[in-house]
């Protein structure tokens, strides 16, 4: 079946910087866009950042666009979100989504 598993989240500074993996098992990883997306208590998931199959495309919300990076290693069947510069309004619970699955989340805080 298909399985997500995400890692990376933690404790950082404003203006510091983490990486987030997402590893993919249970389909043909390659053929499949990949997302980021976050939740905070209270609000609606919202997506992060996007990437097709080949990652040749990537997409990326308004609010994260210069600061955050997604990629796709298509070998590891692994897509990451690089996050630099980060705020205190990018504290959440970051979620990657394939193949219409969710893995089970990683917690960002940033905070002083």
């Known amino acids: 079946q298909v399985q997500l598993v995400e890692s990376g989240g933690g404790l950082v500074q404003p203006g510091g910087s983490l990486r987030l993996s997402c590893t993919a098992s249970?389909?043909?990883?390659?053929?499949?866009?990949m997302s980021w997306y976050r939740q905070v208590p209270g609000k609606e998931r919202e997506l992060v950042a996007s990437?097709?199959?080949?990652?040749?495309?990537?997409n990326y919300a308004d609010s994260v666009k210069g600061r955050f990076t997604i990629s796709r290693d298509n070998a590891k069947n692994t897509v990451y979100l690089q996050m630099n510069s980060l705020k205190p309004e990018d504290t959440a619970v970051y979620y990657c989504?394939?193949?219409?699955?969710w893995g089970q989340g990683t917690q960002v805080v940033v905070s002083s």
């Open positions: 989504n394939g193949k219409l699955q």
């Open positions: 249970g389909f043909t990883f390659s053929l499949y866009s």
């Open positions: 990437i097709s199959g080949t990652g040749g495309n990537r």
